[in-house]
């Protein structure tokens, strides 16, 4: 039996694919309410549009991922034909897109260490283990120092041609970096020493499922 396998997706699909699936696995929503979910919860999304969003979910529709139902009809059984509008469509997680979110909720590559990704990540960081979560901070933490190591080179480099401006906005650069590896010491210290950070789902064991 031929095994149907999922085409590759760009970093940012990816990304999309993540949170879709992981807003849905809090409770069924249709479009506008995920566009909405998207741009307020997970900023990485504000320039995102329908056109972005609708390829998306009919891709994860048939992945099997999601499912596709009509909005609850009006109480009024004359208020759907007197407003001409169509009913929308609510968008469900099925178990198969369940198992395929806590399958990318698990991975901890170097992908989910890059800013966008990690920013979208960290917010579903209460339905991951603690095992996960320190994956994560760890390599986002150590993509960062790597990061500064290559800024203060440049810097020193390049310092005696740079006017004032411009060495004040590498300096800015650099400083708002730094504070984000201090946030993450933080982080990673209170996962070691096991401190309730108010997850809705304290993890007893590596099982992720409900």
């Known amino acids: 039996m031929r095994t149907e396998v999922a085409a590759p997706v760009s970093r940012r699909s990816g990304i999309l694919e993540f949170a879709v699936l992981g807003l849905l696995r ?19 999304f504000r320039a995102f549009s329908y056109g972005s969003l609708y390829p998306c979910l009919k ?30 469509i609510v968008y469900r997680l099925t178990a198969e897109g369940k198992e395929r979110f806590e399958e990318l909720l698990a991975q901890t590559g170097p ?17 991951t283990t603690r095992d996960v979560r320190m994956r994560v901070l760890e390599g986002r933490r150590s ?17 005696e041609k740079l006017d004032d401006y411009t060495l004040e906005l590498q300096r800015h650069g650099m400083e ?22 108010g ?4 993890d007893q064991s590596d099982d992720t499922t409900t």
Not at 143 to 159: G, I, N
């Open 26 to 44: 809090e409770a069924p929503m249709h479009g506008y309410e995920l566009r909405k979910r998207l741009n307020t919860s997970l900023g990485v």
């Open 59 to 88: 891709t994860l529709v048939g992945q099997g991922w999601l499912a596709e139902e009509p909005s609850s009809p009006p109480s009024d059984p004359l208020a759907a034909p007197l407003s001409g509008r169509r009913a929308k």
């Open 111 to 127: 992908d989910t260490w890059e800013d966008e990704h990690f920013g979208v990540r960290f917010a579903f960081f209460g339905q």
């Open 143 to 159: 993509r960062l120092e790597e990061r500064l190591d290559k800024m203060r080179a440049s810097l020193a480099r390049t310092r």
């Open 176 to 197: 708002s970096v730094e504070r984000e590896v201090r946030w993450l010491n933080e982080l990673i210290e209170s996962e070691r020493e096991g401190r309730d950070r």
């Open 199 to 202: 997850n809705p789902r304290p």
